[in-house]
C-alpha cells in the first residue's frame, strides 16, 4: 500500500498533514493545468485546461477553510519525505500531456489523474481508526469523484 509503513507506526502521520498534501497538490495542479493551457494548441484543449486549473483552485479553497479551523502543524523533514515520494511512486501529475495533445487526450489524463489521487487519499482511511478523521480523507475523495463525475458528465463519449 505504501512504500514506508514505518512512518504511521511513529505517530508522525497527520490528518492535518494529509490535507496540507491534498494542499500542495491541488496548488501544483492548478499551476499545471494552467501552464499546460498555455501551450495547448487545440482551443477547445485550452478551455478544458483553464476549467480544470479553475476546479483544482476550487478544492484547494475548501482544503485551506478546513486548515484554517484547525491548529497549525508543521511538517517534519522524514514525513514531508514520505508524502512526497508517495506522489512520486504513484505517479500523480508527473507524466504531462504534449502540447499537440487533444481535448480527447486531456480529458482522458485528467480522469486518470483524478483517479489516482482518490486511491492516494483512500490509502489514508486505513490509518485512522477514528470516524471523525476518516469522514474528512472521504470529504477529500468525494471532491474528487465530483471532477470525475463532471469530466464524464462534459465528456460522454470518452473512454478511459
Known amino acids: ?27 501544483r495542479v492548478e499551476g499545471f493545468y494552467v501552464e499546460l493551457a498555455e501551450k495547448v494548441l487545440d482551443p477547445k484543449a485550452k478551455d478544458l485546461c483553464r476549467k480544470l486549473a479553475r476546479i483544482a483552485f476550487h478544492h484547494a479553497q475548501l482544503i485551506e477553510k478546513t486548515l484554517s479551523e484547525w491548529r497549525i502543524l508543521f511538517f517534519d523533514r522524514e514525513s514531508l519525505d514520505f508524502f512526497e515520494g508517495e506522489l512520486k511512486r504513484r505517479n500523480i501529475f508527473l507524466d504531462p500531456p504534449l502540447a499537440d495533445s487533444s481535448e480527447e487526450d486531456i480529458v482522458k489524463y485528467a480522469i486518470g489523474q483524478e483517479w489516482k489521487k482518490i486511491d492516494f487519499y483512500r490509502a489514508f482511511e486505513d490509518f485512522f481508526t477514528d470516524s471523525w478523521r476518516r469522514m474528512h480523507v472521504k470529504q477529500l475523495v468525494m471532491e474528487e469523484r465530483s471532477c470525475i463525475k463532471e469530466l464524464v458528465a462534459a465528456y460522454p463519449d470518452i473512454r478511459t
Do not use: A, P, Q, Y
Not at 500500500?1 to 496548488?27: A, P, Q, Y
Open 1 to 27: 500500500m505504501f512504500s514506508d509503513n514505518n512512518i504511521f507506526c511513529t505517530g508522525k502521520v497527520r490528518l492535518r498533514h494529509i490535507f496540507k498534501v491534498g494542499l500542495i497538490l491541488e496548488k
